[in-house]
């Protein structure tokens, strides 16, 4: 869908006045305020092309309507969602769930979206129509040696798919566990695993990165093959300098100190990719920001800090997705919603005063040190996202403007109320 030019101006000129007041009143306090704008405008945040439908539990699945029937309705969704907030510059594709049938095509089509290719993502977990071998006791740790061969095979028509499409990037999260003691010899899984990552690692173009995304539990509940950081780090460091660990917010055990873990990885030199979501228990997969907006800032705190350290670029050294499942909002609304939560809480990280935190820091000055992590935590910067989009090309209002336009009684209206879209 394309937004009408005249139908965005009228938006913005009606909001001008209001941000105006807002902007003016907030960017007197910011340091370099035009060097922060541009960090924001250049923040890009890939949407997964799983998320674009309503998301089910295993109890059930209330589908919303007008979802997207095609990777081609993907892309015109996530290709929307841009109009808007300017912000969500790129696609992250599941395969099989999405393949790309005409690379070439698709491809235009993004880019008519200014739309590029992120992470790539196989599908291990799943077992597919006419597949020969079953994943239901894993995949790269299975006994089987021919189950093992498969699992590594898919990985490699990933990357070819990838490369097509231009994407950089490949991200294994595997469900191979187990779910009770006894079932599993933990070594032989690492070792049967590590074996197949490293024959997708020799796989990889010169310039492609891998993500070796771990979960705490889930799909198995008693031992997971890449269950925490220190395992990912374990498989990424034998694997070799393109391999690195990935962290999804939501796949932890509960109150894990992610900021502790991203700082870590960071000084190793392998994070490499992040996934957004919030949750209050599990891999609950909700709205960013949605239960623990602090959280995501003292994230985002630890990875500014880190990266500039490393003197590494915010906006393309790190793989930033997002990865959520939608029950119960319009998963387009709530796509708007955790691109502006991950850029606030990136916002107010950049306002930090990091000199006069790390004085803190030296002298042992606890409590000015929370006085400054939350004087920039309390800061709105609302109006600076505003400002940031709109000088992009985008709208000042992405969630009220989407309800102006009836995006969703269109999208029904054309593709009907009882389209499923594939994913979870
Ligand atoms: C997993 C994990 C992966 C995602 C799948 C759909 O829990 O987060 O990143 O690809 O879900
Ligand atoms: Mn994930
Ligand atoms: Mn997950």
New binding site residues.
């Given amino acids: 869908m394309h937004i009408d030019k005249h139908q965005r101006d009228n938006h913005n000129e009606s909001h001008y006045q209001a941000h105006k007041a807002k902007w003016d009143a907030l960017k007197s306090d910011i340091n370099d305020v035009e060097g922060v704008v541009k960090k924001i405008i250049d923040f890009q945040i890939a949407i997964p092309s799983w998320a674009l439908g309503t998301g089910g539990t295993r109890f059930g699945r209330f589908a919303g309507g007008g979802e997207p029937r095609s990777l081609e309705e993907k892309i015109e969704d996530i290709g929307l969602l841009h109009q808007l907030n300017k912000s969500s510059g790129a696609i992250s594709l599941h395969i099989p769930w999405d393949i790309p049938k005409d690379a070439k095509a698709i491809k235009i089509l993004a880019a008519q979206y200014g739309l590029r290719f992120d992470a790539m993502n196989s599908n291990t977990f799943q077992d597919q129509k006419n597949q020969l071998h079953s994943y239901k006791f894993g995949s790269l740790q299975h006994v089987n040696k021919s189950v093992r061969d498969q699992a590594v095979q898919h990985n490699l028509e990933v990357i070819e798919y990838g490369k097509q499409l231009g994407s950089n990037s490949l991200t294994i999260w595997l469900s191979d566990g187990s779910s009770f003691p006894g079932q599993l010899n933990f070594r032989k899984a690492f070792q049967n695993t590590l074996n197949g990552l490293q024959q997708i690692y020799a796989a990889l173009p010169e310039d492609w990165k891998m993500f070796v995304e771990y979960?705490a539990f889930e799909p198995n509940f008693y031992s997971m093959t890449v269950g925490d950081w220190g395992q990912s780090l374990l498989y990424a460091q034998k694997l070799g300098p393109k391999a690195f660990t990935l962290v999804?917010l939501?796949?932890h055990l509960p109150n894990a100190n992610i900021e502790q873990i991203v700082s870590l990885l960071l000084m190793e030199g392998k994070l490499g990719g992040f996934h957004f979501n919030d949750s209050k228990y599990g891999?609950d997969?909700l709205t960013v920001g949605s239960i623990n907006p602090y959280q995501l800032f003292l994230i985002f705190n630890e990875l500014i800090e880190g990266m500039d350290t490393r003197h590494m670029d915010h906006a393309t050294d790190l793989g930033w997705m997002i990865?959520a499942s939608h029950n119960v909002k319009d998963p387009l609304e709530d796509l708007l919603q955790s691109v502006e939560a991950i850029k606030i809480a990136y916002a107010q990280a950049l306002l930090v005063n990091t000199k006069a935190l790390k004085q803190a820091q030296e002298q042992n000055d606890v409590a000015q040190a929370q006085e400054i992590l939350q004087a920039a935590y309390r800061t709105d910067v609302r109006a600076l996202i505003a400002e940031a989009r709109v000088l992009a090309g985008g709208v000042y209002q992405p969630l009220t403007f989407f309800r102006t336009l009836k995006v969703r009684e269109r999208l029904i209206s054309s593709r009907g109320k009882e389209t499923i879209a594939t994913g979870l």
Wanted: net charge negative; hydrophobic share 0%; no cysteine.
């Fill in positions: 979960k999804d939501g796949h891999d997969d990865d």
